[in-house]
């Protein structure tokens, strides 16, 4: 239940209070002179400015503002001093220029800290004014002058949004005991709480600040702590989605804002003057909607004094302004969950799109191979009609040479084996010598380094394809001889120069993968392992079973990897591919496992094969380097594996000893 304060017991005690001080004015005369005499040490560091009848006088002078930042009264902007009373005063300057002909400036001073700020301008002298949402009260009015009331103040007690609304006195009492008050010192906020924590709560910790900004953010952060702030401030903290809301007990209603400036000072003369104007108040609403914010009518008018204080339609004007604030935060919620759906709308059409065109290419690519295959079938087709054909022909024309011809075709088929294999050494030769040059090239110059690996990595792919062609033809011309030749010895030459053959082709496919490595821009994608494993595992399961070889893998679990897909499969195949082709006859193994370790993923193969010397662990990942006289290879494996796995910013470590199985341990950051 709302209980508020009956202003009419308030009114008559303010009457008895002041009665009693017209009674005792010897005191308070005593009590200033001793204040004052106390003070003089002090006023060579007090402020000063131009005193009202010296700027009449010489028409121009120059008033020191002294301002203590406070949203909405005044603040700082990137363009400089903003605020309600800012504005006020320039518009009091140009009322003295145009309608006395004086001219103004103000020399301003700023001081944060509220209660040092009233002291400051209490204890200055002359043309002095202070700025910074001060509240006009009885006590203040002793000390200091204040222009009339251009805006109403009303205090609202505030909490951090967690925290329920009261509704009844003992609510406040039950839910604020344990509470922390914030509040500035000096202010009316001060004397405020200090009336409800005397009165229901007792001893409660208080937290000074500086200014009402700091009481909103620390109790917007911290959910036990309450505190009075003015209502303009109130509005546009909630307007700005500060976590804080009002408490509908306590709110206060005070005589209004002013400017201040000292007892002595003879300001207050054109200051009463251009505030009492017709104008003033038309204008004085204009700044209070731009900087307060307030454009409800209805409270708005309560702010500007031009209603009697009813505080129930005061408490109504406040909690329409809320709900409004309130309903322009879910209207803006709204409108952005409309604009979420509109782009997740246009994502799922864009997919839709993509997939629609991904299945058309793919299709017309799948067309385009069978044609391809059809094409390749007739050729063959038509190339071996056309053989059949010429040898019926040369068999029917020639039946008695045929002895001879075979043994020409020998001796012949042996001399282009001869060239071939001159015809590769010299390809072998080439391109040693250009490796060489290359080399060479690369160490005197290191600025065109990035060129000339490209150019290098261009030549390799451009060797291993042309050369592709012309090995296939000879693996082509080999099958045939066997075909027609019956001779044994001719045979197995032929067999040998087919095996010869398809070592070269191995050897352009690995040429190849280098320039995959150093090309492969592929985007980094999650990482089956568990399929990749499986995948590179049956392309040798043909080997894997011949020779009995036990294969497991362990692969932790909710692993999370991304990488090139295709490079890590280079990798993990070569390195499969060599534990079995080395492995031994008794009970061979092979085990792989991957797991995460910090912010790494770690991939080991082991086996228990031919093993490694230590000497040679430093010359493996060479190229070219064979590290057995039993090894078939082309000594390129081990240096794909090295070249991939730094492409990928990782490391690999061997652990071997000959006759004793290899470790090999990749190391690569997630």
């Keep these: ?87 006020i005063l320039n518009n009091f300057a140009n009322y003295l220029r145009k309608s006395k002909n004086i001219e103004i400036s103000f020399n301003w001073v700023l001081i944060e800290d509220f209660d040092e700020f009233y002291k400051t301008v209490k204890n200055a002298t002359g043309g002095v004014l202070g700025m910074g949402g001060v509240t006009i009260a009885p006590n203040r009015k002793k000390e200091l002058q204040f222009s009339p009331s251009y805006l109403r103040d009303v205090s609202v007690l505030i909490t951090h949004v967690d925290i329920p609304i009261a509704k009844s006195l003992e609510e406040i009492k039950n839910n604020f005991m344990a509470f922390t008050a914030v509040t500035t010192k000096g202010t009316t906020f001060e004397k405020d709480l200090f009336e409800i924590t005397n009165r229901y709560l007792g001893n409660v910790p208080v937290k000074y600040v500086r200014n009402t900004s700091q009481i909103t953010k620390i109790i917007a952060e911290n959910g036990a702590s309450f505190g009075y702030v003015s209502l303009p ?64 009518d209805n409270l708005l008018d309560i702010s500007l004094n031009t209603q009697k204080i009813d505080p129930w339609n005061n408490e109504l004007a406040i909690l329409n302004k809320e709900n409004e604030i309130q309903n322009l935060k879910l209207s803006k919620k709204e409108d952005e969950l409309n604009q979420q759906k509109l782009v997740i709308q246009f994502i799922f059409a864009f997919i839709a799109l993509f997939l629609i065109s991904v299945g058309v290419v793919v299709l017309f690519y799948r067309n385009q191979i069978r044609a391809n295959r059809k094409i390749k079938e007739a050729y063959g087709q038509l190339k071996d009609q056309s053989e059949k054909i010429a040898m019926q022909n040369e068999e029917i024309q020639t039946q008695n040479e045929l002895l ?4 020409n075709e020998i001796i012949e088929s042996k001399k282009k084996l001869e060239t071939a294999n001159l015809e590769l050494n010299e ?96 985007e980094p994608i999650l990482i089956d392992f568990q399929k990749l494993i499986e995948d590179v595992k049956s392309q040798y399961l043909e080997e894997i079973t011949a020779k009995n070889i036990l294969f497991e893998s ?117």
């Design 404 to 407: 001879e011809q075979q043994k």
């Design 427 to 522: 390809v072998n030769t080439k391109l040693e010598a250009l490796v060489l040059e290359r080399t060479d090239d690369f160490l005197k110059a290191n600025n065109e380094l990035t060129i000339a690996n490209e150019e290098l990595d261009l030549f390799i792919y451009r060797s291993s394809h042309d050369l592709k062609g012309p090995i296939t033809r000879v693996l082509g011309l080999a099958q045939v001889a066997k075909l027609e030749v019956n001779e044994q010895t001719a045979v197995s030459y032929f067999d040998k120069f087919e095996g010869v053959a398809l070592n070269m082709n191995i050897l352009l496919n690995k040429l190849k993968m280098i320039n995959l490595i150093n090309k492969n821009q592929e």
């Design 233 to 296: 401030i109130y509005l546009s903290m909630i307007k700005e989605g500060m976590q804080i809301h009002r408490q509908n007990l306590f709110t206060k209603f005070y005589e209004g804002y002013g400017l201040i400036f000292p007892l002595n000072s003879q300001w207050s003369e054109p200051i009463n003057e251009f505030f009492l104007r017709k104008e003033f108040q038309k204008e004085v609403k204009k700044i209070v909607q731009r900087h307060a914010k307030i454009d409800d």
């Design 554 to 670: 362990k692969i932790e679990k909710d692993l999370v990897f991304y990488a090139n897909y295709e490079l890590l499969k280079l990798i993990i195949r070569n390195l499969i591919e060599n534990s079995i082709r080395y492995c031994k006859e008794n009970d061979p193994f092979i085990s792989v496992h991957v797991l995460q370790r910090e912010e790494n993923l770690v991939f080991s193969i082991k086996d228990n094969g031919i093993g490694i010397a230590q000497e040679l662990h430093d010359d493996i990942f060479g190229m070219f380097f064979r590290g057995t006289e039993l090894s078939h290879g082309n000594g390129l494996g081990l240096y794909l594996v090295k070249k991939a796995i730094k492409r990928l910013n990782g490391k690999i470590k061997v652990d071997s000893q000959f006759d004793e199985g290899a470790s090999f341990t990749l190391t690569i950051p997630i």
């Design 1 to 87: 239940m709302l209980k508020y304060v009956n202003f009419e017991q308030v009114s008559a005690k303010i009457r008895q209070i002041e009665l009693m001080n017209r009674r005792i004015p010897l005191i308070i005369a005593c009590f200033a002179c001793l204040l004052h005499v106390y003070s003089l040490p002090d006023n060579l560091n007090r402020l000063s400015g131009d005193e009202w009848d010296i700027v009449q006088e010489n028409k121009f002078g120059e008033i020191t503002i002294c301002y203590s930042p406070e949203v909405p009264f005044v603040y700082e902007t990137e363009d400089g001093l903003a605020g309600i009373e800012v504005d």
